[in-house]
């Protein structure tokens, strides 16, 4: 027993002298890679005084400063930044729903701005930007080597003036000129609508009265249509949403599923994960439900998106959504400014990472472009007129149906039409109302 308690005091004190022979060497390392920063930190300084004293023209302290700051950040990723004093204000009226300017969502790409999406209802919406442009020149005046702040700058302006911004399409031989005036920004966060009878759900922004909105305009909805028997669906239409708060898109997801992880978070440290769980309670009670997104879908559209994919919730229909997997805290500063830093990477209830990939449709339709007259591609005007049967003088009447057969029939053929009418408008959302028609039809059949 004595030589065992022997043996296992030399182990002990042999790892304490390896553990002081490994810990001096980083010890040093700590301390050679302090001076390192406090080096750099002086050069900045001199950097600095060389400017304020030598450079060619005076030059303002403050803006210097802030213009350091902002470089640092936005050299991490596209979405850290400085936010003055008036930029965070903006973001907070921003946030609240209601904001200045053109209505769009930008982020930067190659030095250009590019178009995460148009808000509906928007100046730039009705002036035909759209989601994946590429903004190069503001007024005539290059954006390329300006930062995402100094760009949004320049489109800021008082409401009423007018604007032109010079646009890259995807497509489109040439750059072209789009003139908008801009405006106060008011941003309803959801509209509801009942198309036949599936209620469309269309979210437009993720902010504090997402939730609210959408609660309130599917529950009139459902009213209306004579209750939740009246309803074969709901189509969440995400598309050009370019996101917002983290706390919404859980509270959406949250709406239409009863139990299950809904979003978790990373940081560089494990340990300040968070997860995010469902609560129980479907305002759809169990009703199919059809995500609509595409490539202006993203950040709270895509959390929202994955979680409903992942749990078999929804079919998910349009195009692959923009790839924004990373989230941002806004931290307040001194002298009224904030930061926004990237914080951490979310993930869906499997565990997968949408950064850079987006999420994937269920099934993948594509929008018929229009060119920027309206027109689909590829449209041709109708001529001619449809004959039939029916329309022969002195044509024989149908003796197999009754008078209510023949009404039925008449108005399965006029709701046809009107589906036909919405393919024109919009392709994808008539493709949503398809699938949950022939859903309907089929939980119906059993």
């Given at each position: 027993m004595k030589k065992f308690l022997m043996a296992a005091a030399a182990g002990t004190l042999a790892g304490v002298v390896v553990t002081t022979q490994v810990a001096a060497p980083l010890l040093a390392q700590e301390a050679t890679r302090n001076t390192s920063v406090y080096e750099?930190?002086?050069l900045f300084g001199d950097i600095f005084e060389r400017i304020r004293a030598q450079y060619v023209e005076e030059v303002d302290e403050a803006e210097l400063?802030?213009?350091?700051?902002?470089?640092?950040?936005?050299?991490?990723d596209p979405h850290?930044?400085?936010?003055?004093?008036?930029?965070a204000q903006a973001m907070q009226e921003q946030t609240r729903g209601e904001f200045g300017g053109l209505g769009i969502e930008v982020t930067q790409e190659e030095g250009f701005v590019k178009v995460v999406s148009p808000i509906d209802g928007t100046p730039a919406d009705s002036a035909g930007v759209e989601a994946g442009d590429f903004i190069t020149h503001v007024d005539g005046e290059s954006v390329l080597g300006l930062t995402l702040d100094e760009a949004v700058d320049l489109m800021r302006g008082p409401v009423g003036s007018e604007i032109v911004i010079t646009v890259v399409r995807e497509g489109e031989a040439d750059a072209f000129d789009l003139s908008i005036i801009r405006d106060t920004i008011k941003l309803t966060a959801v509209r509801a609508r009942t198309e036949q009878q599936t209620v469309v759900l269309r979210v437009t922004t993720f902010n504090d009265q997402t939730y609210p909105n959408l609660e309130e305009g599917l529950k009139k909805q459902i009213e209306e249509a004579g209750g939740q028997d009246k309803v074969n669906g709901i189509v969440l239409d995400l598309r050009n949403n370019p996101?917002?708060?983290l706390t919404q898109a859980i509270k959406v997801s949250d709406a239409f599923l009863d139990k299950g992880e809904?979003?978790?978070t990373r940081g560089r440290n494990p340990a300040d994960g968070d997860r995010f769980n469902a609560t129980p309670g479907d305002l759809a009670m169990g009703k199919p439900i059809v995500v609509l997104i595409n490539g202006g879908s993203a950040s709270a559209s895509e959390i929202?998106?994955?979680a409903l994919q992942d749990h078999r919730r929804a079919i998910i229909v349009g195009t692959k959504s923009f790839g924004k997997g990373s989230v941002q805290t806004v931290m307040p500063l001194r002298g009224d400014g904030a930061m926004r830093l990237t914080t951490s990477r979310y993930y869906t209830p499997s565990g997968r990472s949408i950064q850079a990939l987006g999420v994937s449709p269920d099934i993948l339709v594509k929008q018929p472009r229009r060119d920027r007259d309206g027109a689909d591609e590829g449209e041709e005007e109708a001529t001619g007129f449809a004959r039939t049967e029916a329309g022969l003088r002195g044509s024989l009447d149908n003796d197999s149906l009754t008078e209510d057969e023949i009404r039925q029939i008449e108005e399965d053929r006029a709701r046809a039409e009107e589906v036909a009418k919405l393919r024109e408008e919009d392709y994808q959302l008539a493709y949503a109302i398809d699938i949950l028609k022939g859903l309907s039809t089929l939980n119906g059949a059993k």
């Open positions: 750099q930190l002086d400063i802030e213009a350091a700051i902002n470089g640092m950040l936005t050299s991490l850290s930044s400085y936010l003055s004093p008036d930029d996101g917002g708060l809904i979003v978790s929202v998106a994955g």
